[in-house]
């Protein structure tokens, strides 16, 4: 199996719909910003390719009001809205389209956390489409990976071998099961992910937020260039762990800002969205929005890059990365 990169032709995105949870919030108005910011995302990225949206059955009539009519609803129950972790991984194998199910248990079975309805989403999904189902016994999410299509993946230890994932496992154990499932014949291991991402609501370090690859070749990484942030020290170790693998850095700078209202921020321009034609990129009303769109204008030529704000989604712990999934084309390389 190979799972291509997220750069190769899209069948379809997948987003889902905020249901419940610390997702959509406690106050009307924090329940509105999550349906809005969720939407907008959706929506944006149906201008470029065909978008499906997970909803739950009790949500339809509300998510039709936010929802653009273009947009294709899929029915079915699930808790939170980060699909790229609760949903299927989407592989090809000979050309079939494969959902790969990772074991999901809540970000390492965090106490917050309910995923009854969302450990069983890959599946849904899978069942949706009509498509074979790739079960694996790794506890991981699509947020924690991030692949270049030719054999590398990206990963953290602290979500791999996180002990609330899996206690049981040696790093050589993942690769094996990462060569299973992904076609990766290197993985790319990083101590750690941003400092923000240990905080109650984190993912304990994914890497769609700290470094992925590029379709030239390179490695882009969160390049914290204030040293009163934490994350100075981690983007100086991915950095160095990405040039002792032989690997091209390009640096994104951080936003300027540093904190917020809960302390130092992990706002990241890496966790963007590569459409079919476009890119989805997190604005912060930062001056280094514009900057890292011209950016990544280079880096990914002959597609549009699209700023949409996302500090609501930053401030329920992720980004534009973390609530899509790519459904790639059935021929991509």
Not at 67 to 79: K, P, R, T, Y
Not at 207 to 229: K, R, T, W, Y
Request: hydrophobic share 40%.
């Amino acid at each position: 199996m190979r799972m291509p990169a997220e750069w190769e032709p899209h069948e379809a995105t997948w987003v889902a719909f905020p249901h419940a949870g610390y997702t959509l919030g406690e106050t009307q108005s924090e329940i509105e910003a999550a349906k809005r910011t969720w939407s907008a995302v959706a929506n944006k990225a149906s201008d470029y390719e065909l978008v499906r949206v997970v909803v739950h059955p009790s949500d339809v009539s509300s998510a039709r009001k936010y929802l653009s009519a273009q947009i294709e609803i899929v029915e079915l129950e699930l808790d939170d809205a980060w699909i790229r972790d609760s949903g299927p991984t989407f592989a090809q194998d000979a050309g079939e389209l494969v959902a790969i199910d990772w074991v999901f248990n809540g970000w390492g079975d965090q106490s917050w956390a309910n995923y009854v309805q969302d450990a069983k989403l890959a599946r849904g999904i899978a069942d949706f489409l009509g498509v074979r189902v790739s079960d694996s016994k790794l506890t991981n999410e699509g947020g924690g990976i991030h692949v270049n299509g030719s054999g590398l993946v990206l990963v953290t230890e602290t979500v791999q071998l996180d002990p609330g994932r899996n206690p049981d496992w040696s790093a050589a154990e993942v690769e094996a099961e990462l060569r299973i499932q992904l076609g990766a014949s290197e993985t790319i291991w990083l101590k750690r992910g941003l400092t923000r991402d240990y905080d109650e609501f984190g993912t304990r370090g994914h890497v769609d937020i700290v470094a992925c690859f590029s379709p030239s070749g390179e490695v882009l990484v969160h390049d914290q260039q204030d040293p009163a942030h934490p994350d100075y020290q981690v983007s100086a170790e991915v950095i160095q762990t990405m040039e002792q693998a032989g690997q091209n850095v390009i640096r994104i700078p951080a936003p300027e800002v540093l904190k917020d209202a809960h302390g130092w921020v992990d706002y990241s321009y890496i966790n963007h969205y590569v459409l079919n034609d476009a890119v989805l990129l997190c604005g912060f009303d930062d001056k280094n929005d514009r900057r890292v769109a011209d950016q990544l204008a280079e880096i990914y030529p002959g597609r549009k890059i699209e700023l949409i704000d996302a500090r609501e989604l930053f401030a329920r712990g992720g980004g534009i990365h973390c609530i899509t999934q790519q459904q790639p084309a059935f021929e991509t390389k």
